[in-house]
Every structure is written in C-alpha cells, then in structure tokens.
C-alpha cells in the first residue's frame, strides 16, 4: 500500500510593514506568516511550526525572519500576534478523535 505524507504550509497572516527595503530602499515591504503542518493523503494532520519572510514588492527581495532588521523586528511582534492557527490543520487528529469517541459510545449500546 502507498502512503502520501509530507508537509505543507498556507499563508495565514499578511501586514504591510512601515520599512523600507534593504536592496531598493522603496517603502513597499509586506511580511508574510506560513503556517506549516503535517499531512497524509493532503490532509492535515496537525500544525508544525510558523516561519515569517518579509517580501518587497518592489524589488521582491525575500528575507528570513533572522535577516530581519530592527525596524521589521517591530512589525514582526505586531503580525505574530495576529496569526492564529487556522483550525483546519488539526483537521485528520479531530477526525481520529472522534472516531473514537463515536466508536467508544456506539460499543456500550450495543
């Protein structure tokens, strides 16, 4: 039997950040949070961990969170605060759940 199981990551979080770009120096910086999670046969299983990239959409320059200057550490504790985890990446762990709860109260009626 095949199985399919990887990762995968939706963006769930974008703010326009009050910087400007390292390369062009343009004021058009948007920073972006990935919520990244665990699925099997694309379904998602469960959340892993959160990344944060800047992008200009300028020049499209792309930094990581630990390339982030001082003026996007600010905008960063601003976009982490509104990124929730949608509830959908727990989706296969609710269905598991249950499944046996449902299967635990059906065998004692029976």
């Known amino acids: 039997m095949i199985f399919f ?8 979080a974008a703010h326009e950040a009050k910087a400007n770009c390292t390369h062009c120096q ?3 910086v948007w920073l972006f949070v990935y919520q990244h ?3 099997i046969f694309w379904i ?4 892993l961990w959160r990344s944060t990239v800047s992008v200009c959409g300028h020049c499209k320059q792309t930094l990581t969170k630990r390339d ?3 003026e996007l550490q600010e905008d960063y504790t601003i976009v982490k605060q509104q990124a929730k985890t949608p509830w959908w990446t727990f989706f296969l762990l609710i269905a598991v759940v249950l499944l ?4 635990t109260i059906l065998s004692r009626f029976s």
């Open 37 to 39: 999670y665990f699925h």
């Open 5 to 12: 199981f990887g990762t995968r990551s939706t963006q769930i």
């Open 44 to 47: 998602p299983a469960f959340p």
């Open 100 to 103: 046996i709860v449902g299967s």
């Open 68 to 70: 982030f200057l001082p």
């Open 26 to 28: 343009q004021e058009a």
